[in-house]
Every structure is written in structure tokens, then in C-alpha cells.
């Protein structure tokens, strides 16, 4: 089969790589019908996630017809049409059965290698490098889910895949980003990062209650997707202080919650960028926390800090003083996609929201290059690309 493989920083290609196969009973085989790249395949790309191996079959957001069924799956047949959560989670340990399915204690065979970085490993998940297990990922034409009895959901209704393919991952990010804040009716929530995370965070905020939502970004057609979907003032950071303007558009208080849609590869203006950029070419840090720094300085007192982008280690000049005078709440991690999957379906089902607002571009699995090139550069004004096998 045809599979989208890393190759080295910045290097993707298309590979012919044998057929996945049923290996354990809970285990199937989907055909995918549609797959996305996401600000975390990004990570890879860029070549900030360890343990990467040329020839790694990427993806994590995928959707499609189930073709084959492990012995121990009563739960899906052939022909059934899932999408796939990007978390494998067995369903049975203390964190599964506490609904924090990322953090599944038996999915991840190399949970040795995260231990060795982070003295606990959470759950194995799709394409995304062997300290998380190795799985090949979900940008192929066949992809083997393991714990099938568990992370699919079945699609019976007359939705497109674009409508419900985010389930696997941006949708219920952007979701528990929001949950994250503990929204309370008539708040302000200010949002760093207009990517597709953002950007449902912006809906998600809203659907739970809140009155304003601030984004923040400097790329003018995602800012312009914001205000235009998702009924947000804009910032554009290159244009404006932050901080100052937050400060003015809260009557001086500050966003009540502040969500960091950014994560570890946040750009930014003047010195601090270049510290940064310096200190993480120096190996001296691993992450440039711009946007997170941001939104603690900028967060009112007693408001919480969500923070959905992904870091991978040690940050600098992290403004814990600020955050703790302030008594701010810090939420964050990999999001339990299986907990918000059944429940944003119906959201979806009623109408509420089309998550498929953020797709910019649609094309075909064997241009991935291009689209891995494209979506990074931000070029040709590209939120979101899907692909199709
Ligand atoms: P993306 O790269 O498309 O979007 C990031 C956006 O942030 C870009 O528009 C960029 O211009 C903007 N940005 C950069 N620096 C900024 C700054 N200083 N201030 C404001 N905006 C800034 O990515 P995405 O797909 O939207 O994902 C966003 C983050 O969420 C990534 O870190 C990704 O890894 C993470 N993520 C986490 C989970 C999870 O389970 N927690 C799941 C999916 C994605
Ligand atoms: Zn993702």
C-alpha cells in the first residue's frame, strides 16, 4: 500500500510499505477514507520529536471503512464506517476507566523510553514516533487500529467525512481546551494560534457559554477565519502589543481564561524570540513557550490558563511567580478524544457546529510533500489540509 513516511527533518514522501494485518484479537483493519495533517505532524516534520525513524508512516487523524475484525471485536464488522481516535487506549486500565484515555498505562510497548524523559509514559498513539509506541500512523491507504473494541466510533448517518473527521483529534482538542477553562456565562476568553486547534477552541468557548472571544495570531487569513467562523475579536501580534491590547479590551482585568493554541514551535517579535531561537538552536532549551509566556501575563487573577499545544521539554524563563500571585489555574496534556467523541457527534448531529470550517485544501495522498510544505508555510492561505488515498 501507498503510505505518506518521514524521512528526516522537513522531508516526507510517498512509500509503498507492505499491508497492515490483524496481529492481536482486538485489533482491525481500517481502510481510510479520508486523513488530515495536524500541527502536531508539524513537530515531526520540523524534526523536534525524538525517536523518529526514516521510513515512519505518519498520521493521526484519520477516518474509513472497516475491512477486517481481530476475533475479539464484537463491536465493528466489515463495512462499518469509524473514525478513529489518535490515542490508543485499552479500555481497561486505572486511567481509561477514570476517562483519561491518553493516558492509558498498557498502549505504549517503548513506554521505557518516555519514562526515561518524563518518569511516566501516557499512551501509545498513531504515527507519532517509537517513544509513543511506534504505531504506524493513519496517512496510508490501510491502517491496523489496535484496541478496536474501544477508540473507533461508528458514523451510521448521512454526515460527509469531512464533517466528522476532526472527532479523531482537532475537534475534541479544541473542545477540552475549552472544557479546560471552566467557562462561566458572560467570559472573555482570549486564544493564542488561529490553526485549527484555535480555531475550534474559538467555537468550543462559545458553545460553552462564553460572551467574548479574543484571538491571536499573526496570519491574516486565519485571523480572518476567526472573526469571520468563529465571531472573534483579532490580534495580530506583528501589529500590536498583546498584552497591552488584551488589557484594554477587558477594561484593564484581563481574559478570564487564556488558551495557548500555539505550543512548542510559537514564533514571535523582538528579543524574546531571538532568546529563544538561540537558547533551543544552543540545545540549551527545547521549546519557545512565546505564546504560553503570553497568555500567564495576560490572564486576569484567578483565571485559568489552558493550554492544548504541545510541549515536549524544558522551557525557559517560565513565569511561575506571575502565575502564582495571580492564583491562576494551569490545565494542559493530550487530549482524552474518547471522552468527547460520542458527545461532539451529536453536536455535530444537531447542528450546531461543521467542524469542517477549518479545511482549506483538499488533495490527494501522494501529494503529501507539497501539502506537508504548504500547511508549515502557511502559504496559499492554507488552514487545514485533508487528503484522500
Ligand atoms: P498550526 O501550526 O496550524 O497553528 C498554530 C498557529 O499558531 C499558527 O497559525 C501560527 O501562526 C500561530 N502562532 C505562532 N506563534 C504564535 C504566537 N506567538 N502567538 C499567537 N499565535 C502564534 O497548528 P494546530 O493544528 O492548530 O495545532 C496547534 C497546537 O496544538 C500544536 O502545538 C499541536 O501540536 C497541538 N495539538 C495538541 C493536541 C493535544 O492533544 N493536546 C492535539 C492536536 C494538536
Ligand atoms: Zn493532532
Not at 525524538?50 to 481481530?70: A, C, S, Y
Not at 475534541?172 to 494560534?193: F, H, K, L, Q, S
Not at 531561537?277 to 544552543?282: G, M, P
Not at 502565575?323 to 478524544?337: D, E, I, P
Request: hydrophobic residues 40%.
Amino acid at each position: 500500500m501507498r503510505a505518506v513516511a518521514w524521512e528526516g527533518k522537513n522531508k516526507v514522501k510517498i512509500n509503498n510499505v507492505p499491508d497492515p494485518e490483524i496481529l492481536n484479537p482486538r485489533d482491525a483493519i481500517v481502510k481510510v477514507s479520508l486523513t488530515a495533517i495536524c500541527g502536531s505532524d508539524l513537530h515531526i516534520y520540523d524534526g523536534y520529536i525524538p525517536t523518529m525513524k526514516p521510513g515512519d508512516v505518519l498520521g493521526h487523524e484519520f477516518m474509513g471503512e472497516v475491512v477486517e475484525v481481530g476475533s475479539e471485536v464484537k463491536n465493528l464488522t466489515r463495512g462499518d464506517w469509524v473514525v478513529v481516535p489518535f490515542a490508543i487506549a485499552c479500555g481497561r486500565c486505572f486511567f481509561c476507566q477514570q476517562d483519561l484515555w491518553s493516558l492509558c498505562d498498557n498502549t505504549n510497548p517503548n513506554a521505557w523510553i518516555a519514562d526515561n524523559l518524563y518518569r511516566f509514559s501516557g499512551a501509545g498513539l498513531f504515527g507519532y514516533s517509537h517513544m509513543y509506541g511506534g504505531y504506524p500512523g493513519g496517512q496510508a491507504e490501510y491502517v491496523r487500529v489496535p484496541f478496536a473494541d474501544v477508540g473507533p466510533i461508528k458514523i451510521y448517518e448521512d454526515l460527509r467525512d469531512e464533517q466528522v473527521l476532526f472527532l479523531s483529534d482537532i475537534f475534541p482538542t479544541g473542545y477540552m481546551a475549552a472544557e479546560n477553562c471552566n467557562i462561566r456565562p458572560g467570559d472573555t476568553v482570549a486564544v493564542w494560534g488561529c490553526g485549527p486547534v484555535g480555531l475550534l477552541a474559538m467555537k468550543s468557548a462559545f458553545m460553552l457559554g462564553a460572551n467574548r472571544v479574543i484571538a491571536i495570531d499573526r496570519v491574516t487569513s486565519r485571523l480572518r477565519k476567526a472573526h469571520e467562523e468563529c465571531c472573534a475579536e483579532t490580534i495580530n501580534y506583528e501589529q500590536a502589543d498583546v498584552l497591552e491590547t488584551l488589557k484594554e479590551l477587558t477594561g484593564g482585568r484581563g481574559p478570564d481564561a487564556c488558551i495557548d493554541a500555539v505550543g512548542m514551535e510559537a514564533h514571535g517579535v523582538g528579543p524574546e524570540y531571538m532568546y529563544d531561537r538561540t537558547k533551543v538552536a544552543l540545545m540549551l532549551e527545547m521549546d519557545r513557550p512565546i505564546a504560553l509566556r503570553q497568555a500567564i501575563h495576560a490572564c486576569r487573577k484567578g483565571g485559568t490558563v489552558s493550554i492544548p499545544g504541545v510541549y515536549g521539554g524544558l522551557i525557559d524563563k517560565f513565569p511561575i511567580g506571575a502565575a502564582f500571585a495571580k492564583g491562576l489555574t494551569l490545565r494542559m496534556g493530550q487530549t482524552h478524544v474518547h471522552k468527547y467523541m460520542r458527545l461532539l457527534l451529536d453536536r455535530i448531529r444537531r447542528g450546531d457546529i461543521d467542524p469542517s470550517f477549518v479545511i482549506s485544501h483538499t488533495m490527494s495522498l501522494d501529494e503529501a510533500p507539497a501539502a506537508y510544505q504548504m500547511f508549515r508555510e502557511k502559504t496559499d492561505d492554507c488552514t487545514k489540509v485533508v487528503m484522500k488515498p
